[in-house]
């Protein structure tokens, strides 16, 4: 499931862009409360994790083709954002994408709560 939503991640965010991205999250979030009553705390632990993990790997592609264009990119943006270090925008870009993930896990866990409360009927 993990993998799952790590895969959907990436490819949403190649195909789609960054901001659909998290619905790798969405995806680990709705399976994870669906099909095994996981808490949120868990769905948006994995959420984040399958986000973080996606942009991560898609920062080191970019790193290792373009090493010099990725470095000076960085730069400009720290220069930008008040003198801040390349590392830290990395850094920034992989908290963005945690959060991104993990709110997503959330969005997908209460999805998946919502739909078993509307089909269970009263007794």
Known sequence: RF???TAFS???HI???WSWSMLGGV???FFAVRQRDAGPAHAFTYGALSVGLSWGILV????????GATGHMMTV?????????GSAIVLLTLLIG????????????????????S?????
């Open 3 to 5: 993998i799952l939503a």
């Open 10 to 12: 990436l490819i949403s």
């Open 15 to 17: 195909l789609l862009g």
């Open 27 to 29: 995806l680990y979030g």
């Open 60 to 67: 080191l592609y970019t790193v290792v083709q373009m090493p």
């Open 77 to 85: 943006m720290g220069e930008i954002l008040g003198n801040l270090p």
């Open 98 to 117: 945690l959060l991104a993930g993990g709110l997503g896990g959330l969005v997908g866990a209460q999805l998946a709560t919502l739909l078993r409360r």
């Open 119 to 123: 089909t269970v009927r009263p007794s």
